[in-house]
């Protein structure tokens, strides 16, 4: 079956500008997560949802960032006046519940470069 | 503050021989443990993983072992192949949400 998707793979933008990521979960899986990986760095936690509530987004660094998720599908990441510290590979995970011992699955991650 | 922390950035051992990956943690409220495996261009993958009331779990060639006390967990791939050569990562969770803290990664290269 798919796996979990993102898109663009690749994004490159200008310092100010807003740009929005985007994650497909596994169909069925009621928990979605986002991290980032910064170069050289392990992947930080930024937001979690259960269905399109966020119980927690404790990880998310500045009030540039915001997540929103349609019932149990897509999300986006939306980050507005994007500075060259946001520049890392943002990563997208689902899992059936949002537990412990669940498997999480990750998408291929999109790689964002901000000039 | 690193909550989970891989101090060895590489590993490079013979192709057969057994690898061992490091982690330790801080938090003494994680009580469940993963190891994930990031080939380059890909997400990570789920490997293996141990609940805080084990302290070793075995799947095929990968071993976890927990020592809660000195909170550490290592990882031993036994016999290491080339294809084992990638990142890998350490995790933990508290029980009370699946949101999970990684250590840096440790990228281990296996000779053929």
């Known amino acids: 079956g798919a796996g979990v998707s993102q898109s663009p793979s690749n994004k490159v933008t200008e310092k100010g500008k807003d740009v929005e990521l985007r994650c497909d979960p596994i169909?069925?899986?009621?928990?979605l997560y986002w991290y980032r990986q910064r170069l050289g760095q392990g992947l930080e936690f930024l937001i979690y949802f259960q269905g399109n509530s966020a119980p927690d987004k404790s990880g998310l660094p500045s009030d540039r960032f915001s997540a929103e998720r349609t019932g149990e599908s897509v999300s986006t990441l939306t980050i507005q006046r994007t500075q060259q510290e946001d520049s890392a590979v943002y990563l997208c995970?689902?899992?059936?519940?949002?537990?412990?011992?669940?498997?999480?699955?990750f998408g291929p991650g999109t790689r964002l470069t901000v000039l | 503050d690193q909550q989970v922390k891989q101090n060895s950035p590489s590993l490079s051992v013979q192709e057969g021989r057994i690898s061992i990956l490091n982690c330790d943690y801080t938090?003494?409220?994680?009580?469940?443990f993963l190891w994930y495996k990031k080939y380059p261009a890909e997400g990570p993958t789920f490997l293996i993983s141990i609940s805080s009331i084990k302290d070793k779990n075995e799947d095929g060639r990968f071993t976890v072992f927990l020592n809660k006390s000195a909170k550490h967990l290592s990882l031993h791939i036994v016999p290491s192949q080339p294809g084992d050569s990638a990142v890998y990562f350490c995790a933990a969770s508290e029980s009370n949400t699946g949101k999970l803290i990684f250590g840096q990664g440790t990228t281990l290269q296996v000779k053929p």
């Open positions: 169909s069925g899986h009621t928990a």
């Open positions: 995970a689902s899992s059936l519940i949002p537990t412990v011992g669940d498997t999480q699955y």
């Open positions: 938090n003494s409220m994680f009580d469940y």
